[in-house]
């Protein structure tokens, strides 16, 4: 028999046979104030773990045995952590493996304030060798983010419980005592005692699953020995699911994803899109994932997005229960995104760790962007990769300025990393990445990737290591410089270009700082490119390396900036986060080229963002931003820039220029229809206009929106869901009072509360007499239990 079952029903038939009154060890009154971060001189190696689950009396009884490395001569005491406000202390005793020595201890106290555990010795004792430190315990589970959580939620018919460790990364100390920082990485052995008709899932595949020899209705379910990992990456779920699964890597791993009863249908695009991530990551880091499965599992009222753990990954429901027919295009594509962000941190975070937690903030923000590189990957049309940086070029510089990426040293926990994780930090550090990616190449950028996963999987490693290796592959970057005046550099840049003759000159100074010293001694290396062209046949992308205040380059002989077709766009691609100005001679060469179709969708955004941030931090006057406006109004025809043009225009005469042109879109397009065909981001931005053109009461549109109305039965359930929000409003705004009933009658029976909120907001403008007093009625009915 397996030895660790033979200690376990050892440890089972004491539990059974002791009583409440069995003295432990003795717990000290008093506990000297520890340092945050554990000694180095004991390190565990493997931990043999046994919980006991009692869903009932929500509560848990628990084991643990630590193989210790202790590298000093002579040691009084151990210090590890365990959360006195969630676990309790009742026994403790210490081996020394070289004899099999049971080893006096002379008591245990608390240091509450860090989470510390300190067990003392009754006298020094001299080890320099391995030792094991084994615990018995207990604690309680509760409905909160720390410990075991107990999660109740409703099938319609009864409550289904759900016990699951939802904690956050340095939670593992609340469900039992450990080395719980990051760069302790061990192999665990667990086992688990629950309820018969529950399932138990944890890290890694169950290899056994046998009656509790003292209790019928439990079974003790045994798991397979994990490989070395951090302690706060360790997960179990014990409840009732359904499940589907599919087999990747040639049979060797088993993707799986659990549902609540009766909603694994719900959960088939997920497991199509994360089997496919599997795959990708795989070969683009050279590594396959090391289990024999990985689960991916829905589990309603979680407190948080998502919970990645090694071989486990919690998600809300809505993250994996998506679906190209029935969801919404921006569920879909934040579900999609979220599953890749997670399988990404299974190597990027959970195979590779980070040594300390004020790295890890860097972590996420790599694994972030690399996530949304890899998601456009895996399914293009859903433009992810387009949203993500149209997203982060939208925040204004100023925002950005107000951000530091570099990690705070003195951060003691994960707790304080994940305060400062934010959306702006992560499209800054993104940006970052994005330029390194785009001026080494994808070739070297991979090359970097597969030898960091293979030099530090199953290790730690810091952020500096992932440099050191771009250096070794690609010399031509100053790339310690690039990255540290990025990570430590607070401010934005801002970039002024100007030309005389055959002259380029690149001059930068932070965006919002007025000190005029700092301004001549504070710069980003930044990496760029020019391109330079005569807006006939000639074309040329130079390459620039900024790495002063004031750089300087030489342009092409045939070029000639007194010609009004020849023009320079600086970043083209928008490759790099940062705010270009342009001499009034370049603005107005690239406002030809723009007239003349010329620039991009990327290129024509980034002119969109710059000046319109730049006007209203009073940089460039109100006439060039007219001018832009008047320019892309004569020639756009892309819904994204169409959309983005009317939330920029700050006045009257703008927001009418825009809807002249978003007018004349809709002409062209000449149909009132979901295109599916489109990229996901193009068809979110064309109900964005179809919905504008209803509020502005655009007489075609509605006409055309009535007319769907009615050959859907007058149901909105049956209008394509893209188009259900114009469609209600034209019937609000423009339709018979039958038809206006009709839409109220449907919004009732609609399932989806997204949609009923948006028929609310729609519902509230119309002041409409005989409408008003069905619309407030509608509205008691449907606000009432929609989050």
């Keep these: 028999m397996d030895m660790f079952f033979i200690n376990l029903f050892k440890f089972l038939s004491v539990v059974a046979l002791c009583t409440p009154e069995v003295v432990a060890l003795t717990q000290l009154k008093e506990c000297e104030p520890q340092e945050s971060s554990l000694p180095e001189h004991i390190v565990p190696n493997h931990y043999e773990l046994y919980f006991k689950l009692n869903v009932e009396a929500e509560a848990f009884e628990g084991r643990v045995s630590i193989n210790l490395n202790i590298s000093r001569n002579v040691i009084d005491r151990i210090v590890l952590h365990a959360n006195h406000d969630f676990i309790n202390i009742k026994d403790i005793s210490y081996i020394n493996k070289s004899d099999n020595e049971l080893i006096e201890l002379f008591g245990y106290c608390h240091d509450r304030k860090n989470d510390i555990l300190v067990v003392k010795f009754a006298q020094e004792i001299h080890v320099h060798s391995e030792g094991r430190l084994e615990i018995e315990f207990d604690g309680k589970i509760g409905a909160n983010s720390k410990g075991i959580s107990k999660l109740t939620y409703g ?53 056994s699953r046998v009656n509790n020899p003292i209790e019928s209705n439990q079974v003790i379910s045994q798991f397979a020995t994990s490989p070395k990992m951090s302690p706060n990456l360790l997960a179990i779920v014990v409840g009732n699911f359904d499940s589907l699964e599919q087999s990747i890597y040639d049979g060797q791993l088993q993707v799986r994803v659990f549902t609540q009863p009766g909603q694994v249908d719900q959960a ?98 790599f694994g972030q962007w690399f996530s949304t590189y890899i998601a456009d990957v895996v399914r293009p049309k859903y433009e992810i990769a387009l949203r993500t940086k149209l997203l982060a070029n939208g925040v204004s510089s100023r925002t950005y300025a107000s951000r530091k990426l570099g990690p705070n040293a003195n951060m003691s926990s994960s707790e304080h990393s994940l305060k400062l994780f934010d959306k702006i930090i992560y499209f800054k550090f993104g940006s970052m990445v994005e330029m390194l990616h785009n001026y080494i190449g994808y070739d070297n950028f991979r090359l970097v990737m597969r030898e960091f996963m293979q030099l530090y999987a199953y ?26 005046s990025w990570l430590d550099i607070e401010g934005h840049p801002l970039i002024s270009v100007d030309c005389v003759g055959k002259l380029l000159t690149m001059s930068q100074r932070n965006f919002v700082s007025q000190d005029s010293e700092q301004q001549q001694t504070t710069f980003w290396t930044i990496p760029s490119a020019v391109l330079v062209s005569d807006g006939e046949t000639q074309t040329e992308t130079i390459r620039v390396l900024l790495n002063a205040t004031k750089v300087e380059i030489g342009l092409p002989e045939w070029f000639n900036i007194e010609s009004p077709t020849h023009f320079i766009k600086f970043n083209p691609g928008f490759i790099g986060h940062y705010s270009t100005i342009y001499s009034k001679k370049l ?17 024509r955004f980034q002119l969109l963002k710059n000046t ?111 188009l259900r929000v114009a469609v209600a409003g034209a019937v609000t705004s423009g339709g018979s009072l039958e038809q206006f009933k009709q839409l109220l009658a449907s919004g009732d029976a609609s399932k989806s509360d997204s949609f009923r909120r948006a028929l609310i907001k729609r519902l509230s403008r119309t002041n409409q007499a005989d409408k008003v007093g069905a619309v407030e009625d509608w509205k008691k009915r449907n606000e009432l239990g929609m989050e």
């Design 155 to 207: 099938d319609d018919c009864n409550d289904l419980v759900l016990l699951a460790t939802a904690f956050k990364p340095n939670g593992t100390r609340s469900i039992f005592p450990c080395f719980d920082q990051p760069e302790f990485k061990a192999t665990f052995s667990l086992a688990i005692t629950h309820p018969t008709d529950f399932i138990a899932l944890s890290n890694m595949e169950v290899i």
């Design 268 to 365: 088939k695009l997920a497991l199509e899109i994360s089997s496919k991530t599997m795959d990708i990551l795989a070969e683009y880091l050279d590594m396959r994932f090391p289990g024999k499965k990985l689960d991916l599992i829905s589990v309603a009222g979680l407190n948080i997005g998502t919970m990645g753990k090694f071989g486990l990954i919690l998600f809300k429901p809505k993250y994996l229960y998506i679906s190209e027919e029935m969801s919404t295009l921006e569920d879909t594509f934040i579900g999609t995104e979220m599953i890749v962000r997670e399988l990404s941190h299974q190597w990027l975070g959970n195979l590779v760790t980070m040594k300390w937690f004020n790295e890890s903030c860097l972590n996420d923000y």
């Design 459 to 484: 290790k730690n490693a810091e952020f500096n290591d992932l440099v050191e290796l771009m250096e070794k592959h690609y010399g031509g970057l100053q790339l310690t410089d690039f990255i540290n």
């Design 587 to 603: 603005n107005d060469r690239l406002m030809t080229a723009l007239k003349r179709r010329q620039l991009p969708l990327l290129d």
């Design 612 to 722: 319109v941030d730049q006007f209203y931090n009073k940089l460039v006057p109100e006439e060039r931003v007219a001018d832009l406006f008047v320019a892309l109004g004569e020639i756009e025809d892309n819904p994204i820039m169409l959309d983005e043009m009317w939330m920029d225009a700050m006045t009257d005469e703008l927001k009418m220029l825009t809807l002249a042109a978003q007018k004349r879109f809709y002409y062209e397009l000449a149909s009132f229809k979901d295109d599916t065909d489109l990229g996901y981001l193009h068809r979110i931005k064309i109900t964005s206009i179809f919905n504008n053109l209803v509020d502005q009461e655009y007489d075609p549109i509605i006409k055309d929106a009535l007319t769907l109305f009615d050959n859907c039965h007058q149901s909105i359930e049956k209008v394509p869901q893209r």
